[in-house]
């Protein structure tokens, strides 16, 4: 099983990033997906989810409005479009993959908004 997110990076206040995160090993289609992230010194939160066959979607509210996940079944890939990016929104973030009680992380990528 492998998640492997790419897409990271610095990034100026007010810029976009697209997150996307490969998947490879089980059957993606089956399994709800999420973003988290994880900032120094704090807990790994909840950014965003998005169900098996894409059809739901949620949000934390801090990125309500500015962040889109979407995913891709036929390239088993899941994306998150991130649009006028804060300091705050300054972490590694994860993807992660749900089935019931089955759950696969990737191993993170760097975000840095920073003028």
């Known amino acids: 099983v492998q998640l492997v997110e790419s897409g990271g990076g610095l990034v100026q206040p007010g810029g976009s990033l697209r997150l996307s995160c490969a998947a490879s090993?089980?059957?993606?289609?089956?399994?709800?997906m999420r973003w988290y992230r994880q900032a120094p010194g704090k807990e790994r939160e909840l950014v965003a989810g998005i169900s098996s066959a894409g059809g739901s979607t949620n949000y934390a509210d801090s990125v309500k409005g500015r962040f889109t996940i979407s995913r891709d079944n036929a390239k088993n890939t899941v994306y998150l479009q991130m649009n006028s990016l804060k300091p705050e929104d300054t972490a590694v973030y994860y993807c992660?993959?749900?089935?019931?009680?089955?759950?696969?992380w990737g191993q993170g990528t760097q975000v840095t908004v920073s003028s």
């Open positions: 992660y993959a749900l089935r019931v009680v089955m759950g696969y």
């Open positions: 090993g089980f059957t993606f289609s089956s399994f709800a």
